[in-house]
């Protein structure tokens, strides 16, 4: 399972266990007679069903992770309406809401919207009610939410540590082949419904298998490495570099043409070939280039198309670029 899949139903999960949580409210309030707190709470049940709904389009569709902020927006202020016309208990239900937020958005997002929660349901308290009510309300939300923030930051950070181990390769510092048909996948799907350019290059060291049988592979991993390092200094904002633990680079290219795509291989051929590198002294590098068409072309295609046109490059004599006929 993927990242954005784990994210995706988590959220969907907290969406409906939220809403399932609203109808055994709305069903305890309705059979005490409490209709106030009965009609509330059946508002909010349609709000968290479409946060679930809303969830599983943005994975399927590949959307950006926004909009959550909007739906617990809107709980927040139902809360509000309820608390100015006289339904202080409403408050309480500002506790989970916060919990909440913390587990369906962004961590800078979840501290923004309790930090704003914060102080515009503390002034209508004390508006609606008193100071001390006020005051007790900010005091108790402060807390439960600084206590939930400080674990969802220690939890934020000892998981990406968790999820850089994992996804990059040890001995370049690159990407890894798992992520990069994970990446490719998602930047696929998304291109064909944005429509914007989608471009890879493959690249390959020139001779490297001659290269390991005079040096030796401990020598020839130290090549890799400075490739490595400086492929990284190479790629542009956007850009991301994968290696795929068998002597093959791949760099990954969204929002570039063909037109663009051609030069920038040119770039990093021409500069590789002019730099000077430990064991070796000079080397070339081969590369083959293919941008994807929008005629449903799938990532492990989008690859052969890479790797034949490196092939060819091979052919030709290497220190070239050479772009797939198929793009």
């Known amino acids: 399972?993927?990242?954005?899949?784990?994210?995706?139903?988590?959220?969907?999960?907290?969406?409906?266990?939220?809403?399932?949580?609203?109808?055994?409210?709305?069903?305890?309030?309705?059979?005490?007679?409490?209709?106030?707190?009965?009609?509330?709470?059946?508002?909010?049940?349609?709000?968290?069903?479409?946060?679930?709904?809303?969830s599983i389009?943005?994975?399927?569709?590949?959307?950006?992770?926004?909009?959550?902020?909007?739906?617990?927006?809107?709980?927040?202020?139902?809360?509000?309406?309820?608390?100015?016309?006289?339904?202080p208990e409403v408050q309480?239900?500002?506790?989970?809401?916060?919990?909440?937020?913390f587990l369906v958005l962004s961590l800078k997002s979840a501290f923004l919207f309790n930090g704003i929660t914060l102080v515009f349901i503390s002034l209508l308290v004390i508006i609606v009610e008193d100071i001390f009510q006020g005051t007790l309300f900010f005091t108790s939300y402060i807390l439960l939410a600084g206590l939930s923030g400080m674990f969802a930051y220690l939890h934020h950070h000892k998981t990406r540590s968790l999820v850089e181990l994992s996804i990059t390769d040890p001995m370049t510092g690159a990407y890894n082949i798992k992520h990069f048909e994970e990446t490719l996948t998602t930047e696929v799907c998304r291109s064909e419904t944005t429509r914007y350019p989608l471009s890879l290059i493959s690249l390959e060291i020139d001779y490297f298998p001659q290269i390991k049988e005079v040096h030796g592979q401990a020598q020839a991993n130290e090549v890799i490495k400075a490739i490595s390092r400086s492929l990284n200094g190479m790629i542009r904002a956007g850009d991301s570099l994968y290696y795929d633990g068998n002597e093959r680079f791949y760099f990954l290219l969204p929002f570039t043409p063909t037109e663009g795509l051609v030069v920038i291989a040119e770039r990093v051929r021409r500069s590789i070939?002019?730099?000077?590198?430990?064991?070796?002294?000079?080397?070339?590098?081969?590369l083959g280039c293919t941008t994807l068409k929008t005629d449903h072309e799938t990532a492990q295609l989008m690859i052969r198309h890479a790797n034949e046109?490196?092939?060819?490059?091979?052919?030709?004599?290497?220190?070239?670029?050479?772009?797939?006929?198929?793009?």
């Not at 988590?10 to 059979?31: E, V």
């Not at 943005?58 to 100015?84: C, D, N």
């Open 92 to 101: 309480h239900w500002l506790y989970p809401l916060s919990l909440l937020s």
């Open 1 to 54: 399972m993927t990242e954005a899949q784990l994210r995706a139903q988590t959220r969907t999960g907290l969406y409906g266990a939220a809403a399932a949580l609203m109808a055994i409210l709305a069903f305890l309030n309705y059979r005490y007679g409490l209709f106030n707190l009965f009609y509330t709470s059946a508002l909010f049940m349609p709000l968290f069903v479409f946060g679930a709904v809303f």
């Open 273 to 286: 070939e002019e730099q000077t590198w430990p064991v070796v002294d000079s080397l070339t590098v081969s």
């Open 57 to 87: 389009v943005q994975f399927k569709k590949q959307l950006e992770e926004t909009g959550h902020e909007i739906i617990l927006t809107i709980a927040v202020l139902m809360i509000a309406v309820r608390l100015s016309q006289g339904q």
């Open 309 to 327: 046109a490196l092939q060819e490059a091979q052919r030709k004599g290497h220190n070239r670029v050479s772009l797939s006929a198929k793009s």
